[in-house]
């Protein structure tokens, strides 16, 4: 399944979405409340479903996302930022 990401800017909101399609996510955790701030690893992801989150993100808009790159985002908010700065290019 392919999540659609059709606002003109990418949001916490958006990458909630995905964050919760992909692998690896303990299911203990409240993507629900303030996520931004908390590190994936905070939030119950490894490396590998950071960079799966990231090739969900990259098929959704087009974009690419180096895996060195994902593994240095280790917010969803610097995620965020990231992706809005490449959506932007």
């Known amino acids: 399944m392919t999540e659609q990401v059709t606002d003109d800017a990418f949001t916490l909101d958006s990458l909630r979405e995905i964050m ?6 303990d299911e203990s955790v409240d993507l629900s409340g303030a996520i931004g701030d908390r590190s994936f690893a905070e939030l119950g992801y490894d490396s590998l479903a950071v960079l ?5 993100v ?3 808009l087009s974009i690419f996302i180096p895996d060195d790159v994902a593994e240095k985002l280790i917010t969803p908010r610097s995620f965020v930022e990231y992706v809005n700065a490449q959506v932007a290019d």
């Open 52 to 56: 799966e989150t990231a090739a969900k």
């Open 20 to 25: 919760r399609a992909c692998a690896g996510v």
């Open 58 to 60: 990259e098929n959704a």
